[in-house]
């Protein structure tokens, strides 16, 4: 189970995370989570090029090590990345130390100070502990990013068609949209991403990074 729409009562819950960001003008922040991955990154990149979108990638870090020039060319052309950790570790299911010692082993190849926990999953101390930098391991503080939209093109339950709904239905100004650059989303990738470009930008928004 899992929210297409964060609900409010869960951004209340957790207030010091970043669930959407206040705009003035029609602005949308596309993310991509999980990359980067050889085939989907890439077409993500091509599609978003088309359209001259910026977006933020949450990548991990043992895929960053392995596909390093894919990498470089997210930052080449003007996209902001963040830490997602480095072997996809879920918050409420690893150990403190681990947890910590995985992101920051992640932030040896991801110079950012985005953070954004795999599925979502994050203690309440966890967070403070990347909100403030309180340990001598870590040089920087984390913005933990969460989300509004999560698109749900990892669900092999639903069609490309319910997913591009999921967007366009819950998406509205300063919202953060969440997608994944990996194998098991890219068949609904490959439908949803263009027509979400598409559909918005005729709309007259833009797409920007988040800011770092």
Not at 75 to 85: F, R, S, Y
Request: aromatic share 16%; hydrophobic share 40%; charged share 20%.
């Amino acid at each position: 189970m899992y929210f297409v729409k964060t609900p409010w009562w869960l951004c209340k819950l957790y207030p010091a995370l970043t669930w959407r960001i206040p705009v003035k003008e029609k602005t949308l922040f596309l993310t991509f989570d999980d990359g980067p991955e050889i085939t989907a990154t890439p077409f993500v990149l091509d599609v978003l090029k088309q359209y001259h979108a910026k977006a933020t990638f949450f990548c991990l870090g043992k895929n960053v090590a392995e596909h390093i020039n894919i990498y470089e060319r997210i930052l080449t052309e003007g996209h902001a990345v963040g830490n997602h950790t480095y072997r996809h570790l879920n918050g409420w299911k690893t150990n403190n130390e681990v947890y910590f010692n995985d992101v920051f082993e992640a932030a040896k190849y991801i110079d950012s100070g985005l953070f954004r926990p795999p599925y979502g999953r994050i203690t309440r101390f966890q967070a403070s502990i990347l909100q403030k930098a309180a340990s001598s391991n870590m040089q920087r503080t984390f913005k933990v990013i969460m989300w509004d939209v999560l698109s749900g093109d990892f669900d092999t339950t639903i069609s490309s068609v319910e997913c591009l709904t999921n967007v366009v239905t819950y998406t509205k100004p300063g919202s953060i949209i969440v997608f994944h650059d990996s194998v098991k989303a890219f068949n609904h990738l490959q439908f949803v991403l263009p027509k979400v470009l598409a559909y918005f930008s005729e709309n007259g928004f833009q797409f920007k990074t988040i800011p770092n």
